[in-house]
């Protein structure tokens, strides 16, 4: 999901359509939790094929040295995930799983000129609505990226 008209356009090429969400106040974000890494590695031992996995659960292991030992942020599991590309086909809904089982519902990326929402907990989602294209405006953006944050998102 994205704040800005103008980005969610480019996406909506080829007979798409604008939706314009509203979403809990009270999300639980990404960057605000932190997980077992017994979990993190468990749940890439446990994804078949998965791409890189030996490189994920290194820097996986790496990386909690650096923080307090036995726990990662939950935002390195997914930048791995990412810059690893394992996060294509079943991949990318179990990870989204195994955060919503620890208690996170999406992340939040701001960029120039618009913001990101990733939504991992489809029941963060209070109402939506398809936006004739004439009516679309830009969402407010997502400030206050320390826990609770109020916005509709398009």
Do not use: C
């Not at 809990?24 to 979990?39: G, N, T």
């Amino acid at each position: 999901m994205t704040t800005s008209v103008e980005t969610a356009r480019t996406y909506a090429k080829g007979g798409g359509r604008l939706v314009r969400f509203e979403i809990d106040s009270d999300i639980v974000l990404i960057d605000d939790v932190r997980v077992p890494l017994a979990d993190a590695v468990q749940f890439a031992r446990s994804r078949p094929r998965l791409r890189e996995r030996s490189e994920i659960i290194r820097d996986l292991e790496t990386n909690s040295k650096r923080t307090r030992e036995g726990q990662i942020n939950a935002e390195v599991l997914l930048n791995l995930f990412v810059n690893y590309r394992s996060i294509t086909g079943e991949h990318g809904p179990a990870l989204a799983r195994f955060f919503v089982d620890h208690g996170i519902d999406a992340a939040a990326v701001m960029r120039g000129l618009d913001d990101w929402l990733v939504l991992f907990n489809p029941k963060a989602i209070r109402s939506w609505r398809v936006v004739p294209a004439g009516q679309a405006e830009d969402a407010p953006r997502l400030v206050g990226r320390v826990g609770r944050f109020r916005s509709s998102v398009s």
